[in-house]
């Protein structure tokens, strides 16, 4: 079981990027957390991919097609712009889990629309880092048993 952690533009700014909205914590810190939940939760690999250009984060769901067996996916500012990342987890149909570290649902209106969200089994908003972990828990639980179904 192989999960692949997909981060959209300027999520490798966490902890100089608004910390008063997306906390303290580095992006190395984020992927320490990643590297540990993903053992803890049975995956053999949590690999991670951060990308600021919406076409590289398309490639990087199509290059996981046979590949990883679930992805968690913030596509940050894409989320609400971004048919091509819809469509790129549509063609894979890779279960996929969208995550944001805030709480976009008590954002801006223009947060308000996730494109993603209709290829992914579920959404975490508003947990901050742990959002991470708890996207992992799902897809590895969604994997294990309905998956399979
Ligand atoms: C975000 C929320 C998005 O609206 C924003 O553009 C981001 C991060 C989050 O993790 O809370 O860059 O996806």
């Known amino acids: ?6 981060n ?6 966490l902890g100089l990027r608004e910390p008063q909205i997306y906390g303290s914590q580095s992006y190395e810190d984020l992927l320490n957390l990643i590297e540990t939940a993903g053992k803890e ?30 992805i968690v996916i913030n596509p940050a500012a894409y989320t609400h712009t971004s048919i091509a990342l ?14 944001h570290i805030s709480d976009v649902s008590k954002r801006e209106d223009f947060r ?17 880092l742990d959002g991470y972990k708890h996207a ?10 309905d998956a399979q179904a």
């Open 86 to 99: 819809l469509d790129a987890l549509k063609a894979v149909g890779i279960p996929a889990v969208e995550v």
């Open 8 to 13: 959209g533009p300027n999520i490798n700014m």
């Open 41 to 70: 939760y049975g995956f053999e690999t949590a690999d991670h991919y951060q990308s600021n250009h919406e076409g590289d984060l398309v490639d990087a769901i199509q290059n996981a097609y046979g590949i990883y067996d679930g």
């Open 136 to 145: 992992l828990h799902l897809l590895a639980d969604y994997i294990k048993h």
């Open 1 to 6: 079981m192989k999960a692949l952690v997909i």
């Open 112 to 128: 308000q629309i996730s494109y993603v969200r209709k290829a992914c089994i579920a959404t975490i908003s508003g947990e901050g």
